[in-house]
């Protein structure tokens, strides 16, 4: 046994099964008796339904029922509730339409869920959906959210004007506007952050079922169960926690996609309640494309007042977020508490004010995913930046260091909200431009010039925030949950341990970097740790895992668990060995009598703990478990910088990454391999936002990247060797140090990329272009400044 | 997919009886659009035929031909020492074709009888001249391919070979692909063969593969990357979409007919 503890690079110990197909995912589990959902989804925008047809549905082989979204409201099933709400500069709440389980008179976007046929098998249930007659009248839809945000466009919900969510602001526009009055330059930026579609390897999946005393049990491919048992239990289906099971066993992949509470898992959960057979659903890919949720779509003006120096003085942003036709469960706080907020970056402006204003369209729901309103806050401002230096001819890496906040003005507050803990942005800046040979960038571009290659190279310094907190800030600010997580640790009588978290793996590796922790805390070998996640019946009641927030905030709470794991063990060390509990001390696994050669090793401890026969029975209940929630006292923010380089072809204005490095500050690091695997995956992530994936509507809500034939998923061939590294700052407020390392990939690398394809374009008089830098958008604006070039 | 009674003949005689009788039956060859097209529901045969019996599979050169069966794998075409030699454009088209996976069981036969206007094989045809060969007849690539998705075989009409004259002097195939699906946006493919001098294109058609003649009159007069370089393509006709619009695909197929001569020598 080698090095296992915090900072070793231990292999992943769930690999091994994940590699040889051995994992256990919802689609892989079969009960006795199962039916089979298959959902009938609209293939229209926006629709008036005058009336659903079921009966030749429902009389077709092996149909054992057909449900409408008439059936749930007449059982009384309530609608998907919204986790977050939002108030309006003018203080009224955002509006929050009805988000009809199954579509009831309206249809609002393709893939918008109208009837479910369970029958006995999937393929049977599937031939029946396509005999359910529904009468459509069509209406005009909108799918753009500048012209959803027109007067006179379509209403997504008849009830609300102008399809207006809310109409949010954030900062001091008194101070913002007195700063303009002065400045010397005024820099402005209107630009487009794209949508995308996640795309986890492993679609969406439910698995219903409710025994003979009412129990339910839902599996599901969720981020969260517990959420999902409050959401489903309390508000939609009406069943009491304690007959409610929710299990998310392996999962692939959720990048946010899987944090929400869908509408299939309340419709086998439901389903299976009625019929007293489980019932199963899981998504075709084309089903993931029209129904999980989307992610970023805004549309932005930035503006910047400078002095004369370069120095920012005040940021003026006003941007539409796309909410899409519902609301998904945690959609109002992406672009206004995880967005706006951000809006400060690594720079010292010192006065922000932001205007967000949500708007509905007819297309899939927006929500969480991987970055989360951070890409779109780091893209504005890094972009913004590059955008300044361009115009007032500033050096972007003088700039940046001009404006950066120094090291020592932590904590930092920023003018939008934020309390910065920790930071050091010029050591992360200047470890990638040495790693990425920024200073012999010219001798490249030369040789690239002389094999007819446009080359550029561009960086971005990018913040942003994780485990978000804390819960009771976070509850002023609209959220309508908790945000602390909880662990339970139990050391077993012959001293191996089982973790019960509160977090959720699907993906991250948490049965590796987790039991890291205890090898470090507690002096237990690995192979003497358990991991256990993602079933209510075996957990207690946690938040699961988004927001980079596993290791900051389940982490610490294992810690505080740990914390009393040992203060206890202390006390029955104490007592075995004759000993003052001032006088004990624990390390590497055992509690010593100080100053003496008297130890007891923690299985020594546990086995008195559960055979308490010499025991302080009078003082101490028996047993060895605690459990700890933990709830974090501010968000930890990593950031770094990244530094792209690209190569453009000038005849077909294809852009091929050449080189890409990350230099990230995520707090302290428990496992250098695993942190590694994050970036590099956020990376390419980012890089297929810049470059590749773009969810396509037609004007009127058409999906037109409904497959993978449409919808660019960057590809091996798409992504460049990716350099690494961390320079960190400790987290000063939890008891780790550690920041969070899931997104700081996908948040720092589009603006990187955009930066650098620019700078490749310069010489074309480019100063901005929008993602994703397709070759034909690259090649339009070649063909449109060549003319230009030719007469200077 | 819907339901459908497969159908595995011994002969290519009974092949040809089962489509002969059922108009609502489909050929599968490779099935590497066919299957998924079925998975999507696009497509509800009656029955499917499936050819892999049949021993239409492999790669003969004579002197003046090169013949591969219909049912013979874009790998094994993609590999082939003999196609290398005789036509290497057609070696490395095949090479391009989907992934791994989808080059061990596509065929070339599938290809050209589906006519999809994205794919590559259609190109390779047109250029080179080659005979498409059937259990009735033998057609003329330029007389086989009839717009998108359509061709000049009949309902019981099943390729068997396709017939590539030879000697070929140059042959080279250049692809912009379409970034998602990696299918050809553009796709050239240049020849001089006992053909002529020919150039196909696939990809940018509204109607499917089509023959550039102006390039071909330039190439036959001076067979060099210069003679192409300069001759402009009229979108007019071409295919727009969210991946490229027509005057983008027009100026990649002068960029890519342009690196074909090159790559051809």
């Keep these: 046994?080698?090095?296992?503890?915090?900072?070793?690079?231990?292999?992943?110990?769930?690999?091994?099964?994940?590699?040889?197909?051995?994992?256990?995912?919802?689609?892989?589990?079969?009960?006795?008796?199962?039916?089979?959902?298959?959902?009938?989804?609209?293939?229209?925008?926006?629709?008036?339904?005058?009336?659903?047809?079921?009966?030749?549905?429902?009389?077709?082989?092996?149909?054992?029922?057909?449900?409408?979204?008439?059936?749930?409201?007449?059982?009384?099933?309530?609608?998907?509730?919204?986790?977050?709400?939002?108030?309006?500069?003018?203080?009224?709440?955002?509006?929050?339409?009805?988000?009809?389980?199954?579509?009831?008179?309206?249809?609002?976007?393709?893939?918008?869920?109208?009837?479910?046929?369970?029958?006995?098998?999937?393929?049977?249930?599937?031939?029946?959906?396509?005999?359910?007659?529904?009468?459509?009248?069509?209406?005009?839809?909108?799918?753009?959210?500048?012209?959803?945000?027109?007067?006179?466009?379509?209403?997504?919900?008849?009830?609300?004007?102008?399809?207006?969510?809310?109409?949010?602001?954030?900062?001091?526009?008194?101070?913002?506007?007195?700063?303009?009055?002065?400045?010397?330059?005024?820099?402005?930026?209107?630009?487009?952050?794209?949508?995308?579609?996640?795309?986890?390897?492993?679609?969406?999946?439910?698995?219903?079922?409710?025994?003979?005393a009412g129990h339910y049990t839902l599996s599901t491919t969720s981020q969260n169960p517990h959420v999902i048992r409050l959401l489903m239990g309390a508000f939609v289906l009406?069943?009491?926690?304690?007959?409610?099971?929710?299990?998310?066993?392996?999962?692939?992949?959720?990048?946010?996609?899987?944090?929400?509470?869908?509408?299939?898992?309340?419709?086998?959960?439901?389903?299976?309640?009625?019929?007293?057979?489980?019932?199963?659903?899981?998504?075709?890919?084309?089903?993931?494309?029209?129904?999980?949720?989307?992610?970023?779509?805004?549309?932005?003006?930035?503006?910047?007042?400078?002095?004369?120096?370069?120095?920012?003085?005040?940021?003026?942003?006003?941007?539409?977020?796309?909410?899409?036709?519902?609301?998904?469960?945690?959609?109002?706080?992406?672009?206004?508490?995880?967005?706006?907020?951000?809006?400060?970056?690594?720079?010292?402006?010192?006065?922000?004010?932001?205007?967000?204003?949500?708007?509905?369209?007819?297309?899939?729901?927006?929500?969480?995913?991987?970055?989360?309103?951070r890409p779109e806050a780091a893209f504005l401002l890094e972009r913004l930046v590059d955008v300044i230096a361009h115009d007032t001819g500033i050096d972007r890496v003088a700039l940046r260091r001009k404006n950066f906040i120094p090291a020592d003005a932590f904590p930092y507050q920023t003018p939008v909200a934020l309390q910065y803990d920790s930071g050091d942005y010029v050591t992360t800046l200047e470890a990638a431009m040495k790693a990425a040979d920024w200073a012999g960038f010219p001798a490249r571009r030369q040789a690239a010039v002389a094999r007819g290659k446009l080359r550029g190279i561009g960086m971005s310094t990018y913040l942003e925030a994780c485990g978000i907190a804390p819960s009771h800030i976070a509850g002023a600010l609209g959220a309508r949950a908790g945000l602390y997580e909880v662990a339970n640790i139990r050391i077993h009588p012959t001293g191996s341990v089982t973790v019960f978290t509160g977090s959720h793996s699907h993906g991250q590796g948490h049965e590796t970097t987790f039991a890291q922790l205890v090898v470090d805390q507690l002096g237990v070998p690995l192979d003497q740790v358990e991991i256990v996640h993602g079933d209510t019946g075996e957990i207690p009641f946690g938040m699961g895992t988004y927001g980079s927030r596993s290791l900051a905030v389940g982490g610490s709470a294992m810690v505080k668990a740990m914390d009393k794991i040992i203060a206890k063990g202390k006390r029955i060390a104490a007592h075995l060995m004759e000993a003052s509990v001032a006088d004990i001390e624990f390390k590497d696994g055992a509690f010593r009598v100080a100053g003496t050669d008297k130890s007891k090793a923690l299985a020594e401890i546990s086995l008195a703990a559960y055979i308490p026969h010499n025991y302080p029975i009078e003082e101490l209940e028996p047993g060895l478990e605690e459990t700890a929630f933990y709830d974090p006292k501010n968000f930890t923010y990593p950031g770094g910088c990244h530094v792209c380089e690209v190569e453009i072809d000038p005849e077909t204005g294809v852009t091929q990454v050449v080189n890409f490095v990350a230099v990230d500050d995520v707090g302290r690091v428990i496992n250098p391999m695993i942190v590694e695997g994050q970036v590099q995956g956020g990376v390419a992530q980012g890089i297929g936002q810049a470059l590749l994936e773009a969810a396509a509507y037609d004007a009127n809500g058409q999906l037109l990247s409904g497959s993978f034939m449409d919808y660019t998923m960057p590809r091996a061939d798409n992504l460049p060797n990716i350099t690494v590294g961390t320079e960190s700052t400790l987290c000063t407020h939890n008891p780790l140090g550690s920041k969070g390392c899931g997104e700081v990939g996908a948040i720092g690398s589009p603006p990187a990329v955009i930066n650098a394809v620019v700078d490749a374009l310069k010489e074309y008089g480019v100063r901005h272009l929008d993602m994703p830098a397709t070759p034909e958008k690259i090649w339009s604006i070649i063909q449109a400044n060549r003319p230009k070039m030719a007469a200077e | 997919m819907y339901d459908f009674a497969y159908q595995k003949p011994g002969s290519l005689a009974d092949a040809v009886k089962l489509l002969a009788a059922d108009a609502e039956a489909k050929v599968l060859a490779g099935g590497q659009t066919f299957i998924p097209v079925l998975k999507q529901r696009l497509n509800k045969p009656s029955a499917v035929v499936d050819l892999a019996g049949l021993g239409l599979s492999g790669i003969t050169v004579t002197a003046n031909a090169l013949t591969i069966g219909a049912t013979t794998t874009h790998a094994t075409v993609a590999r082939s020492a003999e196609v290398k030699k005789a036509i290497p454009g057609l070696a490395l088209l095949a090479s391009w074709i989907g992934d791994n996976q989808v080059r061990h069981r596509g065929t070339i036969g599938g290809s050209l009888a589906n006519n999809d206007p994205s794919a590559c094989y259609p190109a390779a045809a047109l250029a080179l001249g080659a005979t498409i060969k059937t259990n009735k007849r033998a057609i003329k690539a330029d007389d086989f391919f009839q717009g998108m998705f359509t061709t000049a075989?009949?309902?019981?009409?099943?390729?068997?070979?396709?017939?590539?004259?030879?000697?070929?002097?140059?042959?080279?195939?250049?692809?912009?692909?379409?970034?998602?699906?990696?299918?050809?946006?553009?796709?050239?493919?240049?020849?001089?063969?006992?053909?002529?001098?020919?150039?196909?294109?696939?990809?940018?058609?509204?109607?499917?593969?089509?023959?550039?003649?102006?390039?071909?009159?330039?190439?036959?007069?001076?067979?060099?990357?210069?003679?192409?370089?300069?001759?402009?393509?009229?979108?007019?006709?071409?295919?727009?979409?969210?991946?490229?619009?027509?005057?983008?695909?027009?100026?990649?197929?002068?960029?890519?007919?342009?690196?074909?001569?090159?790559?051809?020598?």
């Excluded at chain 1, 029209?290 to 930035?302: E, W």
């Excluded at chain 1, 004369?308 to 206004?336: C, D, I, K, W």
């Excluded at chain 1, 995880?338 to 297309?363: C, D, H, Q, S």
């Excluded at chain 2, 009229?234 to 990649?252: F, T, V």
Aim: one cysteine or more.
């Design chain 1, 238 to 373: 009406h069943i009491p926690e304690h007959k409610l099971r929710v299990i998310a066993p392996d999962v692939g992949g959720g990048f946010g996609s899987k944090i929400y509470h869908y509408a299939e898992e309340a419709i086998v959960t439901w389903a299976a309640g009625k019929l007293k057979r489980p019932v199963k659903w899981t998504a075709e890919r084309s089903e993931s494309f029209m129904s999980d949720a989307h992610g970023r779509d805004h549309v932005s003006h930035a503006e910047m007042a400078l002095d004369a120096e370069g120095h920012f003085l005040a940021l003026r942003v006003s941007t539409l977020a796309n909410m899409g036709a519902y609301l998904s469960t945690f959609a109002p706080s992406v672009p206004t508490y995880l967005y706006a907020t951000l809006l400060a970056g690594v720079y010292k402006t010192p006065a922000i004010y932001a205007e967000v204003k949500a708007i509905f369209t007819n297309t899939v729901p927006v929500d969480a995913y991987r970055g989360a309103g």
């Design chain 2, 153 to 265: 075989l009949e309902p019981d009409e099943i390729i068997t070979a396709v017939e590539f004259p030879l000697p070929v002097a140059k042959s080279a195939y250049e692809k912009f692909r379409q970034p998602a699906s990696r299918y050809a946006l553009v796709g050239v493919f240049v020849a001089k063969g006992p053909e002529g001098v020919r150039v196909a294109v696939t990809g940018a058609g509204q109607g499917g593969v089509f023959r550039v003649p102006e390039m071909e009159a330039a190439l036959a007069k001076n067979w060099s990357p210069e003679a192409v370089a300069g001759i402009k393509i009229s979108p007019e006709g071409l295919n727009g979409d969210i991946h490229g619009s027509a005057a983008y695909r027009a100026h990649l197929i002068s960029v890519m007919a342009r690196r074909a001569v090159a790559a051809a020598g």
């Design chain 1, 1 to 212: 046994m080698g090095f296992e503890g915090i900072g070793a690079a231990v292999k992943r110990r769930e690999d091994g099964r994940f590699l040889v197909g051995r994992g256990h995912y919802v689609d892989d589990m079969n009960r006795p008796g199962q039916l089979h959902a298959y959902i009938r989804r609209s293939d229209r925008p926006h629709a008036r339904i005058k009336g659903i047809d079921i009966s030749a549905a429902a009389a077709a082989p092996g149909v054992v029922a057909v449900y409408t979204g008439a059936d749930l409201v007449a059982d009384g099933i309530g609608g998907l509730p919204c986790g977050w709400q939002i108030h309006s500069k003018d203080g009224s709440p955002m509006a929050e339409p009805p988000h009809p389980v199954l579509a009831v008179d309206k249809v609002r976007h393709v893939g918008d869920p109208i009837a479910v046929v369970i029958a006995e098998t999937r393929s049977q249930a599937k031939d029946a959906a396509e005999l359910l007659a529904i009468d459509f009248a069509d209406l005009p839809g909108v799918a753009d959210l500048r012209a959803a945000a027109a007067p006179g466009a379509p209403l997504v919900h008849d009830e609300v004007a102008g399809n207006v969510c809310y109409d949010w602001h954030i900062g001091d526009k008194a101070a913002v506007d007195a700063a303009f009055a002065i400045a010397k330059h005024v820099v402005k930026l209107d630009l487009v952050n794209n949508r995308l579609i996640p795309n986890a390897m492993e679609p969406r999946a439910a698995l219903g079922e409710c025994d003979v």
